[in-house]
């Protein structure tokens, strides 16, 4: 982004690590569409990572609400305004019990109109000036007002397979509100609740009996291991599930309290530790399953053991037994109220696209020796992506060089290098998902320049940008579509000038 907008690092160090990864990406981005997503996904995964604390902490209390049941059923299922309405429901009910955490929420998101928190108030008048034509800048903002408008803008500008049809200009000016304004409310807002994010891994008995258990703190971009906790030979019914993310409380020192004050965020929220990334629990539009999302990557995670862990979940949150069948009939449920929220994505129409895991093939990019790449359209996180194929699997050399080049590019976070999202395979084809930037060859611009003035040697910026453009939309309206499914447009107009980046050979 341009002066101004650096990454804060301190903000960085502070934030718990699915944050810290996108608030990362969303500087790094290449165009401005992909910094609008990012930084609206920010957003949403701050407020599921409050919702769901707000849900385990409810839960581990273990008196439940026979008020709150109906709505709490929607956790079989939980679309994006169902996580906003757990806060609503059940941030208020923790203040009560006297969790200072919560309180401390509880002012801040659901109460006074707040007038510290100008960039928030800047976001809350553009949403109002997109959604509602009321244009006008704004010095207050009451956060639960803005919330509101965000998942109405979620609807309706991300859902339903709306992204990427407005110009650059549109997302340009939007994602700048959107990063600057989560940033101001992250600086405020503690979404953990005065608690720390803690990943507990292996449990291993000693040879003395007692029983140690790995932990790492994930807060900041990667995870950091911390003291592994010791439980004494007689405790082995006290000891933690592994593999799980917990909220640990922190007393006044800063050192951390007890592991009895422990809080499991499973099955909402869960970690792995080989990508280093976080994953939540979501719902696709369309879909009565949920499945797992990670924001910083794409990468979807379907955990086919995970019903009984929610139906756990769903008992302790309503005090009574639940069986498969109910969870079944609240999901459906779930599914109605957000489909009344708007009309069905394009992905959900009566059409059968050409697919790689869960990506649509758009059309054809290039091809070398080693793999073919192809445009795709990813719709958990409604984006296209550059998707690149091995064209030789099954060649254990061909294999360990895309597996080195995956495991090469995967480890950098930096604005001029394309990024890998994530990678998988499907079958015996291997592939991964990058960062889509659009071009053209150099040798294409200069033909188009030699053809337009053949005597000149040197041209000004202006007529090579505009040669530059022509050349990337006569690339784009070549590619050869894979599919008659309808490709989600990229943004209209210009979009702004940005820094060079180098893509994979």
Known sequence: MSAGWSCDEDLVRRLPLPLAQLYRRAHNAKNALERHLTAFYLWEASLKLLASGAVAAYAERGEPDARLAERLEN?????????WEFVRLLVPVLAERNDPGFQTIRELVLGRTRDDLPRAAGLEALLRDRLEG???ARTTVRLSELFDQLVRYRNQELGHGAAGRRSGDYYERMGRALLGGTADLLYRLDVLAGRQLIYLGEVRRQTSGAWLVDRFDLTGETARRLESLEFPETAADQLPHPDRIYLWPLSSEGEQAGPSDRISLHPLVIYDPDTIEVLFLNSRRGRQRTEYLSYTTGRVVD????????????????GMSVQEGQVAQWAARSQVEEQAAGPADAEDQDQ????????????????GGMGVVYRAWQPSLGRQVALKC?????DPRAEARFAREIRALGRVEQPHLVKI????SEGDQWFYAMELVEGAPL??????LQSQSPSVTAVDLKT???ALSTVCEEARQAEKPLSDVPAPPPPRGKEPAGEATRLPA
């Open 303 to 318: 955990r086919p053991d995970a019903g009984g862990e929610k139906r756990a979940l769903l008992a302790r949150v309503l």
């Open 464 to 466: 090579w940008q505009e």
């Open 421 to 424: 999202f994530t990678s998988g």
């Open 75 to 83: 956790l079989a299922r939980p679309a994006l305004g169902h996580w």
């Open 443 to 448: 040798s294409a611009v200069c033909e188009k």
């Open 352 to 367: 059968t696209p050409r697919r790689l895991g869960e990506f649509e093939l758009l059309s054809t990019l290039g091809q």
């Open 134 to 136: 009321k244009g006008g």
């Open 390 to 394: 091995l064209l030789r699997s099954g």
